[in-house]
């Protein structure tokens, strides 16, 4: 009598299986294409690591431990822009703001670091993700159309028709023009001009941007998330891929908040000041009724 295992096929009973047997299939528990490692030895994608070491910087090990090769070396500066653009926004970004007042409960780093991550969600970490997602629905639309302009109006009013009035990637709550976009965009046309990458998805950006903009009497410009969307599809990656990065960019500001906290000290420290306070909506004082009152 056979037993199913966890992916559901048949798997042989214990009783009476040979230990050569048991060990070869507790070595086929996990299977990675990632790491290689035995007594004396590393290897990351088949590379050992003492030639990685001193060799290839942390920017392309990324690039190599996500996408299985190294990358070019203009491959490399292009993605290591979207990461510079993406480590830090501030300590009102929720994120930060909850490692800081982890730090003042006493957590240590890594718990502090653990609990702003936790929050890059679909609200606070996912534009990124859901722009990418959406520049690649316009990017299939445009395999069938051929037209770029088209593609948009199709996908944009795809998802308005299902209640969609925000689009990720576009506005921003605090710059009328965020300053990393015009660069970052720069950069991406620069790499279009010398072939590294093709351009496609700069301009299904651009026309995004551009449909969502019409018949406003304020523009919505394209923020980082929005370019760094455009860029993360233009190097390949998934949109998973996409936020796993904008997280890995983030938690260097969320560690550098952590140590500063650390540093200044602090104790059990609040979203606000004690002195300012906070809005209570709830009723008037009152009395707690009685037995026998009316």
């Not at 690591?49 to 491959?75: C, H, K, Y």
């Not at 936790?118 to 722009?131: I, R």
């Not at 796993?244 to 140590?259: K, M, N, P, Y």
């Amino acid at each position: 009598m056979t037993a199913p295992g966890n992916d559901g096929a048949e798997r042989e009973p214990v009783t009476g299986t040979s230990p050569e047997a048991l060990v070869d299939e507790a070595r086929r528990w996990w299977r990675t294409d990632i790491i290689d490692i035995s007594p004396g030895e590393i290897a990351l994608r088949g590379y050992p690591i003492q030639e990685l070491i001193g060799n290839v910087g942390f920017v392309d090990t990324i690039w190599l431990m996500l996408r299985g090769e190294l990358p070019s070396r203009a491959q490399a500066a292009l993605f290591e822009t979207a990461l510079v653009a993406s480590v830090d926004h501030g300590p009102q970004a929720p994120s930060i703001a909850i490692a800081r007042m982890a730090t003042t409960c006493g957590v240590p780093v890594n718990g502090a670091m653990a609990s702003a991550i936790n929050v890059l969600d679909d609200v606070h970490g996912g534009p990124g993700q859901q722009c990418m997602e959406l520049y690649l629905e316009v990017d299939a639309e445009l395999e069938r159309s051929d037209d770029l302009e088209e593609a948009v109006r199709l996908v944009l009013q795809r998802h308005r028709d299902a209640g969609v009035r925000y689009f990720p990637g576009f506005g921003h709550r605090f710059h009328p023009l965020d300053p990393r976009s015009p660069r970052l965009l720069a950069l991406v046309d620069a790499a279009a001009a010398e072939g590294v990458v093709s351009g496609r998805f700069a301009a299904i950006g651009r026309a995004v941007e551009h449909a969502i903009n019409e018949g406003r009497p304020k523009p919505i410009p394209m923020n980082v998330d929005g370019v760094t969307a455009v860029i993360y599809c233009e190097l390949g990656f998934s949109p998973e891929l996409g936020r796993g990065v904008f997280i890995l960019a983030r938690s260097v500001g969320i560690l550098a908040h952590t140590v500063e906290q650390m540093t200044q000290g602090g104790r059990i420290k609040g979203p606000m000041p004690k002195s300012i306070g906070y809005t209570y909506s709830g009723p008037a004082r009152r009395s707690v009724p009685h037995e026998g009152d009316e």
